[in-house]
Every structure is written in structure tokens, then in C-alpha cells.
């Protein structure tokens, strides 16, 4: 079964410090991996978008990673900003009757405090 | 160039009644996708359409709901019949070619 599993579910950082959400995934066929940010009542806005040859992304303070060994991404969050504070959505694509089918991890919920 | 726009953004009805959720692509856009987010939960796929014909409905339930893509004018996903459980956001995307984006989603609430 096609899953995206994402920790920690929620995090509190204090503004300017850095953090890392991770991303473990079982999809197959693996097409790609993308992180979106989604503000409180708004939809997701794509970050970073990663195929399976490439295994670092960066996107100005967001850097993203790929294992496509260990089926494993993660999100780091440099100089964190009061702005940040969203959920963060690793989702993965698969191929699937001639297009690509995303599936969603449940997310992580950043606050970011001052 | 307008995103992906979605409307209403915020929909009450009462369990029985019928909700249309509607999805105007970004210019260009002839693929369609409809999702469903539950509270604390990931959004999940429900059905993919391109212009007048459905390509993917494997996360659409098996009744009350239907979608559809005209060759003039939005998106429409129906639920009819509505019930409690049907409280949730609906988020549209649409895409060109892989890339999918979204719109503000309409939240749904079933008295």
C-alpha cells in the first residue's frame, strides 16, 4: 500500500533557530518527491521538488533531501521566521495509469515562536 | 494569470441538502484533480478529470458523490445528500502537465 509517513506530527522552535522534519515513503512507482507548505486555511504551496536521481534541493532558507535507498526525505529550516509557522507536507508521486498520482503525508505542524 | 480559484470558500448545510463545490483551473489548465482533507488528517485524492471525461475516480465514494468537468465553465464535485461525516475541506488542483496547483479550498460544514 502506497504511503507517506511524516514526524514529528507538530514542533515548536523559537524564531532564528533551525529545524528538520523528516519523510518516510512507501510508493511505487516512485516518479517523485515534493514538500509543500500550507498556511492555516489555505492550499499547499509547492517548496521543493525532487526526482529519484537528485538528493539535495535547495529553495532560499528550505533545503530538502532525498534517500531513494532508505525511501527517506527530510526538510531543513534555516534562520527560522515567524512566517514559518504552517504545516509542512511531504508528498510523494506515483506513476499511475499514465500520470502521476500524489499521495500526501498528515504533515507537521511548525510554530514558530518568538 | 489567477490561480486556481475556488468558491464558495465556506459552505454550511444541513444533513440531506445537496453541496456544489466549484474550481475554476488556472488559465490553460485542462486537467483537474479534487481532494479531500480531513481535520488532522493528509489530503487524499478523490478524482482526476480532464476536459469531459473522468480519468481517475478511485477516491471517489460510491454514492452520493460525482464530479464533473464541462467544456465550458468550472469544475463542479456534488455531494448530495450530505451527511456529518462530509465535513472537511475540499482542496482543487490543476495542472498542465505534472505540476499540480492548488486553490484555497472550500470548507465544508454539515449541520
Known amino acids: 500500500k502506497n504511503q507517506v509517513e511524516q514526524s514529528p506530527q507538530s514542533l515548536i522552535i523559537l524564531e532564528g533557530k533551525n529545524c528538520t522534519l523528516q519523510c518516510n515513503y512507501t510508493v511505487s512507482p516512485f516518479s517523485n518527491l515534493r514538500w509543500y507548505k500550507q498556511d492555516t486555511g489555505r492550499g499547499p504551496v509547492s517548496l521543493t521538488i525532487?526526482?529519484?536521481?537528485?538528493n539535495t534541493k535547495s529553495n532560499g532558507r528550505y533545503t530538502a533531501t532525498l534517500d531513494a535507498d532508505t525511501k527517506q526525505s527530510s526538510l531543513h529550516i534555516t534562520a527560522s521566521q515567524l512566517s514559518d509557522s504552517a504545516s509542512y507536507i511531504c508528498v510523494v508521486s506515483a506513476q499511475s495509469g499514465g500520470y502521476n498520482k500524489l499521495i500526501f503525508g498528515a504533515g507537521t505542524r511548525l510554530a514558530v515562536h518568538p | 494569470n489567477a490561480g486556481v480559484m475556488q468558491n464558495p470558500r465556506h459552505l454550511v448545510r444541513r444533513r440531506g441538502q445537496e453541496a456544489r463545490l466549484r474550481c475554476s483551473p488556472m488559465?490553460?489548465?485542462?486537467?483537474v484533480y479534487w481532494y479531500r482533507q480531513l481535520p488532522e488528517e493528509g489530503l487524499k485524492f478523490m478524482v482526476y478529470l480532464q476536459k469531459e471525461n473522468i480519468i481517475d475516480e478511485s477516491g471517489m465514494p460510491k454514492e452520493r458523490f460525482s464530479a464533473e468537468f464541462p467544456k465550458e465553465g468550472p469544475s463542479i464535485l456534488r455531494i448530495q445528500q450530505v451527511v456529518r461525516g462530509d465535513s472537511a475541506a475540499y482542496f482543487c488542483?490543476?495542472?498542465?502537465?505534472?505540476?499540480?496547483?492548488f486553490g484555497p479550498g472550500t470548507r465544508l460544514t454539515v449541520l
Open positions: 525532487m526526482t529519484f536521481s537528485e
Open positions: 488559465k490553460g489548465h485542462s486537467h
Open positions: 488542483a490543476s495542472s498542465l502537465q505534472n505540476e499540480q496547483f
